[in-house]
């Protein structure tokens, strides 16, 4: 069992920046993979950006590439969303997720575990 907790999240202006951290905790996994979610009322979540634990490969929406980066801190069990050039599409509720295998990365159905969410809100 792995519990999850992101924070961060906020009001921005836009061309602003936040910085996402989620919190791992629990069952450690010797290879894994930790990726972030949005979704706003109304949408499927929507996968934005996911980190391999072993290794650090990263894989990004086209949404978001270029000013989102994933990053994480083995030691503190933390992954993080540098959200950089926010814009107002970008408003949404952002979750933090888990998974064993670094196959199917971009399918919410195949992750294992979520923490709660953040609130984004970026204003125009």
């Known amino acids: 069992q792995v519990q999850l907790v992101e924070s961060g999240g906020g009001l921005v202006q836009a061309g602003g920046s936040l910085r996402l951290s989620c919190a791992a905790s629990?069952?450690?996994?010797?290879?894994?993979?930790m990726a972030w979610f949005r979704q706003t009322p109304g949408k499927a979540r929507e996968f934005a950006a996911a980190?391999?634990?072993?290794?650090?490969?990263?894989e990004y929406a086209s949404s978001v590439k270029g000013r989102f980066t994933i990053s994480k801190d083995n030691a503190k069990n933390t992954v993080y969303l540098q959200m950089n050039s926010l814009k107002p599409e970008d408003t949404a509720v952002y979750y933090c997720?888990?998974?064993?295998?670094?196959?199917?990365?971009?399918?919410?159905?195949?992750?294992?575990?979520w923490g709660q969410g953040t609130q984004v809100t970026v204003s125009s």
């Open positions: 997720a888990v998974r064993a295998s670094w196959t199917q990365i971009r399918r919410s159905s195949e992750y294992d575990y």
């Open positions: 629990g069952r450690t996994f010797g290879r894994y993979v």
């Open positions: 980190i391999q634990w072993s290794g650090g490969s990263t």
